[in-house]
């Protein structure tokens, strides 16, 4: 298995609280990727990282930014946490942003906001 | 925009049985990623399809790729319980930093 860690795997927060969610690899991969996973649209892209202080935006960015500031980790905050926002999200790395490379996954946290 | 449909998104099959779950996708790409998911569990990587006519296989399951249909298939051969699971296409796009976009997955049960 790759070397991804998530924590929390679970958190229960309200609405309007920031969350902060962490990736963290033992590869010393260059990229990293946050998605969302939600019943009946597969995997949907938050943001990405192709180094230390470099992001972008996915699909689905608005409400969520996120901060890289050593290879290992990868942070995802939720400003404002909203019910839309529970889901379980993964986070992804590879260790070239080339189409060739294969997208590893984390054990996933499942986020509830009530 | 790319998207990616894959069918059926339900599968219900008996043991013994073959069937094949097809994933089409919108605009040109010559990447293909099959992942598989179970229950409560992270994505776990099947195949890379990199090129047209690109073929792979790993016990029952066989993958192709056909860039120019834009399509893809996932073909199971002798099902067994043990490949009851959620499995995901995804297409990569993109510029010097590939972006995989993801199908709804389909839900594959064997019944014995």
């Known amino acids: 298995d790759a070397g991804i860690t998530q924590s929390p795997r679970h958190k229960v927060t309200e609405t309007g609280t920031p969350v902060t969610l962490r990736c963290h690899q033992t590869?010393?991969?260059?990229?990293m990727y946050w998605y969302r996973q939600d019943p009946g649209h597969g995997l949907r892209l938050i943001h990405y990282s192709y180094g230390v202080k470099d992001t972008d935006k996915g699909e689905v960015s608005d409400g969520y930014s996120v901060s890289r500031s050593k290879t290992e980790d990868f942070l995802l905050t939720l400003e404002s946490a909203t019910s839309s926002q529970t889901s379980v999200y993964f986070c992804?790395?590879?260790?070239?942003?080339?189409?060739?490379?294969?997208?590893?996954f984390g054990p996933g946290t499942r986020l509830t906001v009530l | 925009e790319l998207k990616v449909e894959q069918n059926p998104l339900f599968l219900s099959m008996q043991e013994g049985k073959n069937y094949t779950i097809y994933c089409n996708y919108s605009?040109?790409?010559?990447?293909l990623y099959w992942y598989r998911q179970d229950p409560g569990k992270s994505l776990e990587s099947l195949f890379v399809?990199?090129?047209?006519?690109a073929v792979k296989q790993e016990g029952r399951l066989m993958a192709s790729l056909d860039t120019k249909a834009r399509l893809s298939t996932l073909h199971i051969t002798a099902a067994v319980h043990d490949l009851s699971a959620t499995y995901f296409c995804a297409v990569a796009s993109g510029g010097s930093n590939y972006k995989l976009t993801f199908g709804k997955g389909t839900l594959l049960t064997v019944n014995p």
């Open positions: 605009t040109t790409s010559d990447r």
């Open positions: 590869e010393n991969h260059r990229y």
């Open positions: 399809l990199l090129s047209n006519g």
């Open positions: 992804a790395i590879s260790a070239t942003g080339s189409s060739t490379d294969t997208q590893y």
